[in-house]
């Protein structure tokens, strides 16, 4: 008899708790098939707007883990454990742990932005974040560059995204801008004439638009003449090498001279020193 009293008091206890653990396990492999479904369709939407995989990849782990959290909390709250304290400790150590990592988490934002909107991709000839470079991978925190003289730069992008960005590959053309200089005592008809001829040489000047060839300025030592062909992004520096070798050797051959910048002293004798002192 002692032993169905005993019986009847834990059995109704037993059946509960039974009950609330079926319902908890229930929730929790409910819940992680529809935080998997849902991670899934976010997925499959980012991709198809053409999404960077590693932003995808990344955003869906994160989602995946806080869809995991919030189904095990659930279920600890159909086991009647109090979760108020444990939401309480996990932002704490969520708060904890953003200050702690917060250039980090700023690189991560500024890496979001990068791959959605695009400033650059990989490949293009850049200057940003205090360095010029091509880009050679563009990640959630840092973007790789090579320099011309083949070094590797890690640029952090919170770096990139702060300051301003140049990327010289995003147009097709290019205008090679130039200055050479020629004495007063020149022929500035004849010197335009060689600029012209130099330019009108090289097929890979565009026609359109039509390169200038100009007097810019009346400087100290010098005429200066402004150069102002279109290329092509690519033929952007073997124009412009070419170009002022070109002008050099032409201009030498002319007899027409690149003045260097000087300055006239005009001394006073001795005998206008005692005149004045007279």
Same mark, same amino acid.
């Given at each position: 008899?002692?032993?169905?009293?005993?019986?009847?008091?834990?059995?109704?206890?037993?059946?509960?708790?039974?009950?609330?653990?079926?319902?908890?396990?229930?929730?929790?492999? &409910?819940?992680?098939?529809?935080?998997?479904?849902?991670?899934?369709?976010?997925?499959?939407?980012?991709?198809?707007?053409?999404?960077?995989?590693?932003?995808?990849?990344?955003?869906?782990?994160?989602?995946?883990?806080?869809?995991?959290?919030?189904?095990?909390?659930?279920?600890?709250?159909?086991?009647?454990?109090?979760?108020?304290?444990?939401?309480?400790?996990?932002?704490?150590?969520?708060?904890? &742990?953003?200050?702690?990592?917060?250039?980090?988490?700023?690189?991560? =934002?500024?890496?979001?932005?990068?791959?959605?909107?695009?400033?650059?991709?990989?490949?293009?000839? &850049?200057? $940003?974040?205090?360095?010029?470079?091509?880009?050679?991978?563009?990640?959630?925190?840092?973007?790789?560059?090579?320099?011309?003289?083949?070094?590797?730069?890690?640029?952090?992008?919170?770096?990139?995204?702060? @300051?301003?960005?140049?990327?010289?590959? $995003?147009?097709?053309?290019?205008?090679?801008?130039?200055?050479? @200089?020629?004495?007063?005592?020149?022929?500035?008809?004849? =010197?335009?004439?060689?600029?012209?001829?130099?330019?009108?040489?090289?097929?890979?000047?565009? =026609?359109?638009? =039509?390169?200038?060839?100009?007097?810019?300025?009346?400087?100290?030592?010098?005429?200066?003449?402004?150069?102002?062909?279109?290329?092509?992004? $690519?033929?952007?520096?073997?124009?412009?090498?070419?170009?002022?070798?070109?002008?050099?050797?032409?201009?030498?051959?002319?007899?027409?001279? &690149?003045?260097?910048?000087?300055?006239?002293?005009?001394?006073?004798?001795?005998?206008?020193?005692?005149?004045?002192?007279?």
């Amino acid at each position: 008899m002692e032993y169905l009293q005993d019986t009847e008091k834990w059995l109704p206890k037993v059946i509960e708790y039974g009950i609330a653990l079926g319902l908890a396990i229930l929730i929790f492999y &409910i819940g992680r098939f529809i935080v998997g479904r849902i991670v899934a369709v976010v997925q499959k939407v980012m991709l198809s707007r053409g999404m960077d995989e590693t932003l995808v990849n990344f955003v869906c782990s994160i989602l995946r883990w806080l869809g995991l959290l919030f189904v095990v909390i659930a279920a600890l709250s159909q086991l009647g454990v109090d979760t108020t304290s444990l939401v309480a400790l996990l932002g704490a150590a969520g708060l904890a &742990i953003g200050l702690s990592l917060q250039s980090s988490l700023g690189n991560f =934002a500024a890496g979001v932005m990068l791959i959605i909107f695009k400033p650059f991709k990989k490949g293009d000839f &850049i200057d $940003a974040g205090g360095a010029m470079g091509v880009v050679q991978n563009i990640t959630i925190f840092t973007t790789v560059m090579t320099t011309p003289d083949n070094k590797e730069i890690i640029v952090p992008n919170g770096a990139i995204i702060g @300051g301003n960005i140049t990327n010289f590959s $995003a147009r097709p053309t290019r205008r090679v801008d130039m200055t050479f @200089g020629v004495s007063y005592g020149d022929d500035l008809k004849k =010197a335009k004439a060689i600029l012209e001829d130099i330019i009108a040489a090289d097929s890979r000047v565009l =026609a359109e638009p =039509a390169p200038v060839i100009t007097v810019g300025a009346l400087a100290d030592s010098s005429v200066n003449f402004l150069v102002r062909p279109w290329v092509n992004s $690519a033929d952007y520096w073997g124009v412009l090498w070419d170009t002022t070798e070109a002008v050099k050797l032409r201009f030498d051959a002319a007899g027409i001279s &690149i003045p260097f910048p000087q300055m006239e002293l005009h001394m006073a004798s001795g005998d206008d020193n005692e005149s004045e002192a007279a």
